[in-house]
C-alpha cells in the first residue's frame, strides 16, 4: 500500500481520537471553550506543514483576503458546528451526517458556480438524503440539536470546499491552515468569556483533541505530498468505521442495523459523488486536501 494512504489512514485515525476526547469533555466545558483550546493546542503539530520557503506572514499576508476571509468563516463555523455535534450524538450518528458533505458541494456547485449536474449526482444526493432518514428516523426517533449542527458542519464544510476551489491555487497551505486556526482561537476565545469555567479538570483530553487535530490536518499534508489528494480523499470514509468501535469502547454507543444501513449508504453515495466530482471537475489539482472544519 502507498506510504501516501498508510499517512491518510493514520490522519483520520488522529481526527477520530481527537473528535471522541472533544465528546469525553462536552459535559464538562461550554462549546467555545472547547473550540479555543482545541484550536490553540492544535497549533503546534500543524507548525510542521509548513515548508522551508514559507514565511509566517502568509498567514497574515494573504494573496486574496476577502475569499481567505470566507475560507475561514466557513471553517470556523464548521469547527464549532462539529464540536456542538460531538458532544450530543453518538460519534458514528454525527459522522454520518456530516458525511452529507460531497452532496452540499455538489449542489452548491449548481447553485453558485454554475455547474452542469447530471443525473446521476443528483441521484446520489437523492440516496444520501435517503441515508440520512435512515440514521436520524424522524418521527420515530428524538431529533436533537446536535443533528442540526452536523449538518451545519456539512454545509459549512461543502462551502469550504468551494471556497478552496476558487482559492486553493492562489494561496500557500500555511496560509490556509494558519488562518483558520488563528480565526479559530480568536472567535471561541471571545465567545468563550462569558461562561467561562476553569478547564483544569479537562485539559489532558484538550491537549489530547487539540494535539490529534494538528497531528490528522499534519499526516494529510505529507500524504499528499505523497499520493495525490484524488487517492487519499476517499480515505475519510474511514472514519465511520473508528467511530463505531471508539463509541462502542468508549462511551457504549451501540447504532443499530438500520443506523448503519443508513451510514453505509450516504458513504456510498459520497464516494460516488466525489467519483463523478474528480471526473468533472479536476479539483483536486487545484485545491490543497485539509480538513474542512
Known amino acids: 500500500m502507498p506510504i501516501g494512504i498508510l499517512l491518510a489512514f493514520a490522519a483520520y485515525l488522529a481526527f477520530s481520537f481527537g473528535d471522541a476526547a472533544m465528546k469525553a469533555v462536552g459535559d464538562g466545558l461550554p462549546v467555545f471553550e472547547i ?4 484550536s ?3 497549533f503546534f503539530p500543524a507548525l510542521c506543514t509548513k515548508r522551508p520557503e514559507d514565511t509566517w506572514r502568509n498567514v497574515i499576508r494573504p494573496n486574496r483576503p476577502k475569499l481567505l476571509a470566507l475560507r475561514v468563516l466557513f471553517g470556523v463555523s464548521g469547527m464549532i458546528s462539529a464540536v456542538v455535534a460531538f458532544t450530543t450524538l453518538p460519534l458514528a450518528e454525527a459522522y454520518a451526517l456530516i458525511f452529507l458533505l460531497p452532496l452540499f458541494v455538489t449542489i452548491f456547485s449548481a447553485v453558485f458556480l454554475k455547474e452542469t449536474i447530471g443525473w446521476r449526482r443528483w441521484s446520489a444526493v437523492t440516496t444520501g438524503l435517503l441515508g440520512v432518514i435512515l440514521v436520524v428516523r424522524p418521527g420515530f426517533e428524538t431529533i436533537v440539536p ?3 449542527a452536523a449538518l451545519s458542519c456539512a454545509i459549512c464544510g ?3 470546499v468551494i471556497t478552496l476551489r476558487l482559492i486553493g491555487s492562489s494561496e500557500r497551505r500555511v496560509t490556509l491552515i494558519g488562518a483558520l486556526l488563528v480565526g479559530a482561537v480568536l472567535v471561541n476565545g471571545v465567545l468563550m468569556l462569558p461562561d467561562f469555567v476553569n478547564p483544569l479538570p479537562h485539559l489532558g483530553l484538550l491537549v489530547l483533541a487539540g494535539i490529534c487535530q494538528g497531528l490528522g490536518q ?3 499534508v505529507f500524504a499528499t505530498r505523497a499520493a495525490s489528494a484524488a487517492t487519499v480523499a476517499p480515505v475519510q470514509y474511514s472514519q465511520i468505521v473508528w467511530a463505531a468501535i471508539l463509541g462502542a469502547v468508549f462511551f457504549l454507543e451501540y447504532p443499530d442495523a438500520l443506523a448503519y444501513a443508513g451510514m453505509a449508504i450516504i458513504a456510498m453515495s459520497g464516494l460516488f459523488t466525489f467519483a463523478r466530482e474528480r471526473r468533472r471537475t479536476r479539483w483536486w489539482q487545484r485545491t490543497p486536501l485539509i480538513r474542512n472544519r
Do not use: Y
Open 218 to 220: 499534519t499526516g494529510l
Open 40 to 42: 490553540l493546542f492544535a
Open 158 to 160: 461543502a462551502g469550504t
Open 35 to 38: 473550540g479555543f483550546f482545541v
Open 146 to 148: 446536535g443533528h442540526f
